[in-house]
């Protein structure tokens, strides 16, 4: 049976207002069925108050061998942080 | 044990119908088809014998002295149980479970929503809750039934023959015998009856859809609800009472 199932990624809100976070994977036949296990899965002691499930092929990652050319050159501009700035006068933080 | 208060009876048989069809599902536990439906079907195991527990407290209150929840779960012979028929049969293969949940369910759904009108304030608030679980119940059996109807030639089949081989008990849920009926005219019980029409269309288009035949009415078997049951559910009290019965009263 499981050679037939796609696998989906679940995403849980724990509350209005807050994002909606990843908090695992289940096998499913379809998108409605995958709901339904993530409810079973991931919300039975009242962890939700919304639900997302994406099908894991459907998600397009960076690759660790990307991390050269995404990341590295940021090490190297240390004025795109704010810390760069003098804070004026009567100001604590921004 | 007998109950003579009317009230007593129509909980106790409500609370045998949950927890019987909650052991049956219960079985699955670690055998289901893969992991995610194993979780899935357990939690509805839970669901139903949540409920139990809700029926049975309030019979143990109904019938005082020392009772409780577990003396009706645990310390009644099989002829003292008046759940339904189709609740104890046994678990057979996944086809078979899913059209039983749905055949069920799909009357609980039913039930439930007009329990929640009782004049009953305890039985109106078990509706309540358990209106919310049946509706999930139903949608859930719905997808199964029409997954393996449009399934596999095998998945089909199966279907198909557990549709047949429990047609013949669906007629018992809406019977209606002096108990039900002195209670429904006090508001207080569900006219299964009335629900009979409903329950045929849902589950006709259900049918329908899953390119299932709607198996011919031609026999019919009743008793349940007068104690009157199959030879499996000895042995499914035998399992879901040993503990009390080998050491009674123990605590754990």
């Known amino acids: 049976m499981s050679d037939h199932l796609k696998l989906y990624e679940v995403f849980v809100r724990s509350r209005r207002g807050l994002d909606h976070k990843h908090v695992g994977s289940l096998h499913a036949d379809d998108p409605e069925q995958a709901l339904e296990y993530a409810r079973d899965v991931y919300t039975r002691r009242g962890e939700g108050v919304s639900l997302w499930v994406v099908a894991a092929g459907d998600i397009t990652a960076s690759q660790e061998s990307d991390c050269d050319s995404f990341y590295d050159p940021l090490d190297d501009k240390p004025y795109r942080h704010a810390a760069m700035y003098d804070l004026p006068e009567g100001i604590d933080s921004l | ?252």
């Open chain 2, 1 to 252: 044990m007998t109950a003579n208060d009317p009230l007593l009876t129509y909980c106790l048989r409500l609370g045998d119908d949950a927890l019987i069809l909650g052991h049956r599902l219960s079985e699955w536990t670690s055998r289901a088809p893969f992991l995610e439906e194993d979780i899935a079907l357990t939690n509805v195991a839970l669901d139903f014998i949540g409920r139990a527990r809700l029926f049975y407290q309030y019979a143990a209150e109904l019938q005082g002295g020392d009772a409780t929840e577990d003396t009706f779960a645990y310390t009644r012979d099989v002829r003292d149980f008046t759940n339904l028929l189709i609740c104890e049969l046994p678990r057979g293969d996944f086809a078979f479970t899913i059209a039983r949940q749905f055949l069920y369910d799909s009357y609980a759904l039913l039930f439930m929503q007009q329990l929640k009108a009782s004049q009953d304030a305890r039985l109106a608030a078990i509706g309540a809750k358990a209106e919310k679980e049946s509706r999930y119940h139903v949608r859930r059996g719905r997808e199964w039934m029409l997954r393996l109807g449009g399934g596999t030639e095998e998945s089909h089949a199966r279907l198909q023959q557990a549709m047949d081989d429990l047609w013949g008990y669906t007629d018992e849920i809406f019977e209606v015998d002096a108990v039900a009926a002195a209670l429904i005219a006090e508001g207080v019980a569900v006219d299964p009856a009335g629900l009979r029409e409903e329950w045929h269309a849902t589950v006709s288009s259900v049918l329908a859809e899953a390119t299932l035949r709607q198996p011919s009415p031609g026999w019919a078997v009743d008793g349940g609800r007068r104690g009157i049951h199959t030879d499996d559910l000895g042995f499914l009290l035998a399992e879901l009472q040993f503990m009390q019965r080998a050491y009674p009263g123990l605590q754990w």
